[in-house]
Each structure stands twice: as C-alpha cells, then as structure tokens.
C-alpha cells in the first residue's frame, strides 16, 4: 500500500514569523495536530503540539515567541508512492507523529499515526 492511498490532502499552514498562539489557535480551528511552515511554497518545517507543550513548558510567551524559535525545521517527508511501511519506519526512526508528503518539492499532504494506524486496522 502506497502513501498516496491514505494521506491527507488538507494542508494547514503557519508562517514562521507568527506567534505561537496564533498556530495554536489554527490548529485547534482545524482540529489538527501539526502545522506546515513553508518558505517560498517549499518546505521549511513543521509546529507539532509536542512542539507547543514544549514551549510552555519552558516558559515561552507564546503571544511573542515565533513560530520559527520552536517549529522542527527541515523534517523528514515522505513522497505519495512511498510505501507505507517506509513511512512507519520513518515515523519511528524520527520519533515523530506527523509527516509532511511531498511531491515535485511541493507540500501535498500529511500523513499522521492515526491514518497509519487507520491502514493496519483495515488490513488486519
């Protein structure tokens, strides 16, 4: 099974320079767990809730801290006619939830734990 067949095609995005309130705010609008950061339409990082409990937990001021001072710049992606079974190994080398497909250096999608798990869940 390929990703392509499972991932995501709704991107939600931040800019680097907002505050991390503000992305907290669009992930919870949106109901999800990670936010793309693009730089000129490429990739450039991913803000994860891990990423937020982080920063509170250090005593970020998350009205004025950026998005940028606590995003994972530069994450590992995935294209769409990887196999699955690469992206799970991905996401467990990476110690990470969430994946950003990539496809002609362009963010198509992502995929997260929970669509990984929804794929063995169907074939099992």
Do not use: W
């Not at 503000?22 to 793309?36: I, K, P, Y």
């Amino acid at each position: 099974m390929k990703v392509k067949s499972i991932y995501r095609s709704r991107v939600v995005v931040a800019d680097g320079g907002e505050p991390l309130a503000d992305a907290a705010t669009r992930m919870r609008e949106n109901q999800v767990g990670s936010l793309v950061v693009l730089d000129g339409g490429r990739l450039a990082g991913i803000l994860t809730e891990r990423d937020l409990t982080r920063a509170i937990a250090e005593g970020a001021e998350p009205e004025t801290v950026s998005v940028a001072d606590y995003m994972t710049g530069y994450p590992v992606a995935v294209s769409p006619d990887m196999d699955v079974r690469e992206a799970v190994v991905a996401m467990l080398e990476q110690e990470c939830r969430h994946l950003p497909v990539v496809a002609d250096e362009r963010v198509v999608g992502m995929v997260s734990i929970r669509d990984l798990l929804g794929t063995a869940i169907r074939v099992a």
